[in-house]
């Protein structure tokens, strides 16, 4: 996964070695977020992918809206890193990351063999757009989790993939391993996040999801006060997407890895949910060019967003919203379990779609545009 910093920041090349999404070790971001508090004005919100300050007036409100007298205590991680002793982890923490452990109210299948839970993280991002594009023109909607700074600094994106009835959640404000944080953070960066999305589209998401997985008993219980549902995604599911800008995947692995995920799921007793990213364009070509098209052409699967395989018409605090439950449509044509894998590259196609060069070239950096125009240069730190 990916994370890009403010506009002053600078991220350092990781090129530490995946053990797993969430079991890897993440790159401490290098310096950009003051460390000195400063009042947030009204109308405004904290600095672009930093911890919010719990100082604040706004969140000393929230803060009251969660009962930490009930909250499980455990130490706040290293940066969502596990021990080297894994045993010295309390069982009952029930830590995604470092236990694969899943709560009872944790959300990582869909009920029904078959149904793929469409899920995008990290945006919206310039690149979205195309991915909506395709979306729309296969009538297919999927759950979004969006980041809180990337939200107010594309907003006419969001407001677009709401209007288009796409599921819209929360992922938090900049993007940190929730584990690591206070009881106090972890509260600030679901509530900035859910009020700027609700500030922008006008709905309040009750879905979210953490970053990286990280999740333990601790982060759960305050989610669950605030309201939320925590979605993570189906253990072995990670399209691994998010190491193509950093160059230590490539758009043809990550094909090859969702083309074997179609050798099994039709056996599995439940469907599933992938983890996939829309921030940088690399990953939405892979999506657009070389997952989505084997996926149109599977015959019996069904994508949906993750409320709609759960049957959940009612998304959202104020209740639907642009969100219509409705039946996704299962594909009828195609070959069963795909064997058309695209060859995705500089000069590949997939299902007769050019492919963008972008999809193999490994990067060392990205600019993102944000709303105000400014031009966000940062080394990519794969995450």
């Known amino acids: 996964m990916v994370k890009i910093l403010s506009v002053f920041a ?5 090129a530490s070695v995946s053990l797993g999404h969430g079991l890897h070790k993440p790159e401490k971001r290098a310096v950009a977020c003051s460390t000195a508090y400063k009042p947030i004005a009204a109308g405004s919100y904290p600095a672009l992918d930093c911890v919010p300050f719990i100082q604040d007036p706004q969140v000393q409100e929230w803060l009251k809206l969660v009962d930490f007298t009930k ?9 969502g890193e596990c021990p080297t002793d894994l045993t010295t982890i309390p069982k009952d923490q029930c830590w995604w990351t470092c236990q694969k ?3 009872p109210g944790d959300i990582t299948s869909c009920p029904k063999t078959g149904t793929w839970g469409l899920t995008y993280d990290d945006g919206p991002s310039p690149d979205s757009p195309r991915l909506y594009d395709n979306l729309l023109a296969h009538n297919q909607k999927a759950t979004l989790f969006v980041v809180g700074s990337r939200a107010i600094s594309n907003t006419a994106t969001l407001k677009r993939a709401y209007a288009e009835g796409h599921h819209i959640a ?3 404000w900049s993007h940190p391993s929730m584990t690591s944080l206070s009881n106090e953070q972890i509260v600030a960066e679901l509530k900035w996040t859910e009020k700027a999305i609700k500030d922008i589209i006008g709905v309040t998401p009750i879905y979210w999801r953490p970053p990286f997985g990280d999740v333990d008993n601790r982060v759960r219980d305050i989610a669950t006060q605030l309201g939320y549902k925590t979605s993570i995604w189906t253990q072995g599911f ?3 997407d998010w190491n193509i800008p950093g160059g230590t995947a490539t758009a043809q692995t990550v094909v090859n890895t969702f083309n074997s995920w179609l050798a099994k799921i039709f056996t599995m007793n439940t469907g599933f949910i992938v983890l996939e990213h829309d921030l940088f364009p690399q990953e939405v070509d892979v999506s657009i060019n070389g997952i989505l098209p084997v996926a149109y052409a599977t015959k019996g699967l069904t994508m949906q967003p993750i409320a709609q395989c759960l049957g959940d018409g009612k998304p959202y605090k104020e209740g639907a919203g642009t969100f219509q439950l409705g039946s996704a449509p299962t594909n009828s044509t195609g070959s069963g379990n795909s064997t058309n894998t695209p060859t995705v590259g500089s000069s590949g196609s997939s299902s007769g779609s050019k492919t963008s060069n972008s999809a193999s070239v490994i990067v060392s950096a990205s600019t993102i545009m944000t709303g105000a125009g400014l031009a966000i240069s940062a080394v990519v730190a794969v995450l």
């Open 10 to 14: 600078v991220l350092s090349l990781s």
């Open 71 to 79: 909250t499980p205590v455990y130490p706040p991680s290293k940066n």
């Open 101 to 103: 452990c899943e709560a």
């Open 170 to 172: 929360i992922h938090t």
């Open 238 to 240: 990670d399209t691994d």
